[in-house]
């Protein structure tokens, strides 16, 4: 445990991993150690590098001899005060987190997926063994999300939070809209600039921004939530036809994670999800573009607070990593850590809101044969499911004899709407599956 009353000024950093993130710590411990030194009083020095794969060390700017390639010299050596891990994934993240917070280090994470599966079991350890765990990095890399739920809005009852979480997907979606870039091409470039996961696929499929989503709605609804408790759908299965038809129509499409309470009949409970909508070009989120993140959150004295910034990349994320190293050196940390009640068994549990019982607008298109009485038949079903349509469009009829259908409806349940697009999928004139996007934040 750090002692920061007891007077002590030097602080010994130990990072395991050096690829994009923990590059990017040493380099901002490097270059900001006078900086910190001026505002803080606290001289952090950058102690040891465990990296397992030599290679990623040819541009390291740090002395050779800080370098091991044994995270466990890292994490036993007495006189590292605090652990950053950035290696990712689960294990042997998990593994190494554990001992150093039983080796009475500090630990500092940026690691979401472990977090959102093992979070509970690291921060009952991290309680017992007097230490605190660092993981505004987690969320929104340079934003400062964390925080800002755990200390700024803490007079709040936050009621909602919709966000664009993921910076891979909102770079693809930007470059696909924008510059008409292939889904991957704009892929490959989101990789090679360092802001998709090791398995990109986490990103594409909306689990990344299903991770960060459990660690907001955990910390905003004093619950604790799985990852199994958020619906998601990824932006893998758009198609660019959609996306231009709706912004036709006005709209632009975004990956968005949405936590938002509700009460119903005195009962209360949340939605989580995440998955593709299409929003008005007015909305705030809409110009949120590239790699940037944003979060709207609404709590019941603010109203609606957004944040905004880069939330993916090395520098952004190294920012959040040393600003909770400073909060650990400083003393901060421990104090809020024991506090938080985050993760803690004895909390209520809010009940998760089906899916089935979330309220949306939708974009559906469907494909059908161009003969009269189909637009009729298409919309009494839709009626005879309480669906209401708000607008309309067909596009013209290709040479095979089939026309699009675009309909937008106005606000439905999920379950009624599903039961509609199940009855017309099986009408004789309908000639591919129908695609939808939800609209608005529901
Ligand atoms: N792959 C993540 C993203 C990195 O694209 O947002 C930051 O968590």
Same mark, same amino acid.
Do not use: W
């Given at each position: 445990m750090i002692e920061n009353d007891s007077g002590k000024k030097i602080f010994r950093v130990g990072i395991l991993?050096?690829?994009t993130v923990g590059s990017g710590v040493a380099q901002v411990l490097l270059e900001s150690r006078p900086t910190l030194k001026e505002k803080t009083g606290l001289d952090i020095r950058l102690h040891k590098i465990a990296e397992k794969d030599e290679a990623k060390l040819k541009e390291a700017r740090f002395d050779r001899s800080l370098w091991?390639?044994?995270?466990r010299k890292v994490i036993q050596d007495p006189s590292v005060d605090i652990v950053v891990e950035v290696i990712g994934g689960i294990e042997p993240a998990r593994t190494f987190v554990k001992e150093a917070l039983a080796a009475g280090k500090f630990v500092v994470t940026a690691n979401k997926a472990l977090l959102a599966t093992h979070g509970q079991e690291l921060f009952e350890a991290a309680l017992a063994a007097h230490s605190a765990i660092g993981f505004e990095a987690s969320?929104?890399?340079g934003v400062p999300i964390i925080g800002a739920i755990r200390d700024g809005l803490v007079?709040?009852?936050i009621d909602s939070l919709c966000g664009i979480l993921n910076g891979t997907t909102n770079y693809i979606l930007t470059r696909m809209l924008e510059e008409g870039a292939s889904y991957a091409d704009a892929l490959k470039e989101a990789q090679s600039r360092g802001y998709a996961e090791a398995n990109p696929a986490l990103d594409v499929t909306g689990g990344d921004a299903a991770h960060k989503l459990v660690l907001l709605a955990n910390l905003s609804f004093h619950s604790i939530f799985h990852l199994s408790d958020v619906h998601t759908e990824g932006i893998d299965k758009i198609s660019l036809e959609d996306v231009r038809y709706a912004s036709e129509l006005g709209y632009?499409?975004?990956l968005l994670a949405i936590a938002r309470r509700r009460e119903e009949k005195g009962a209360e409970g949340v939605e989580l999800r995440v998955h593709p909508a299409l929003i008005p070009r007015a909305?705030? *989120?809409a110009s949120v573009r590239d790699v940037f993140n944003a979060v709207l959150v609404r709590g019941d004295a603010t109203?609606?607070?957004?944040f905004y910034g880069r939330g993916a990349g090395k520098l952004p994320t190294a920012s959040a990593i040393v600003a909770d190293i400073v909060d650990a050196a400083r003393g901060s940390a421990s104090q809020t850590f024991t506090k938080l009640q985050f993760f803690q068994k004895d909390r209520p549990a809010l009940p998760v809101v089906p899916m089935a019982q979330v309220q949306s607008r939708y974009y559906v298109h469907f494909r059908v044969t161009d003969r009269p009485g189909v637009m009729g038949k298409l919309a009494a079903v839709l009626g005879e499911h309480e669906v209401s349509i708000a607008s309309l469009i067909q596009k013209d009829q290709q040479a095979n004899g089939e026309v699009s259908i675009i309909i937008l409806t106005h606000?439905? *349940?999920?379950?009624?709407?599903?039961r509609a697009l199940k009855e017309i999928e099986a009408l004789p004139f309908v000639r591919q599956p129908s695609r939808f996007i939800r609209v608005g934040e529901g």
């Open positions: 991993g050096y690829g091991t390639d044994d995270a969320v929104c890399g007079a709040n009852r632009t499409l975004k909305h705030p *989120l109203g609606e607070v957004m606000q439905t *349940l999920e379950e009624r709407f599903r």
